[in-house]
């Protein structure tokens, strides 16, 4: 089983930057992919960038541009970089893994998420 922690989130005024990441532990086969999530108060949960295992990319519209996913070498640990926040990027942000488990099986970990606020 997959456990995930998060760190990062905070508040900045619009225009700022912050970084997120979210670690991997326990036991796996593979991870096949790494994305983020965030969800707005009264809203749904909303994708915001994925990346796969070989390093290919895909960003929610809203965010192309601004913010950055990337894992380390060892492709454990996901971040997500984002620039030129604004108040609409306001939410909390989830971590979701997507990883075949020891049993054989494919699964999803979700991270507990880290809020971010920016205010204008």
């Known amino acids: 089983q997959v456990q995930l922690v998060e760190s990062g989130g905070g508040s900045v005024q619009a225009g700022g930057s912050l970084r997120l990441s979210c670690a991997a532990s326990?036991?796996?086969?593979?991870?096949?992919?790494m994305a983020w999530y965030r969800q707005a108060p009264a809203t749904q949960r909303e994708f915001v960038a994925l990346?796969?295992?070989?390093?290919?990319?895909n960003y929610q519209d809203s965010v192309k541009g601004r913010f950055t996913i990337s894992t380390n070498d060892a492709k454990n640990t996901v971040y997500l970089q984002m620039n030129s926040l604004d108040v609409g990027d306001t939410a909390v942000y989830s971590c979701?893994?997507?990883?075949?488990?020891?049993?054989?099986?494919?699964?999803?970990?979700w991270g507990q998420g880290t809020q971010v606020t920016v205010s204008s």
């Open positions: 990346i796969e295992y070989d390093g290919v990319t």
């Open positions: 326990g036991r796996y086969i593979r991870i096949n992919n």
């Open positions: 979701r893994i997507n990883y075949v488990a020891t049993q054989g099986w494919t699964t999803n970990a």
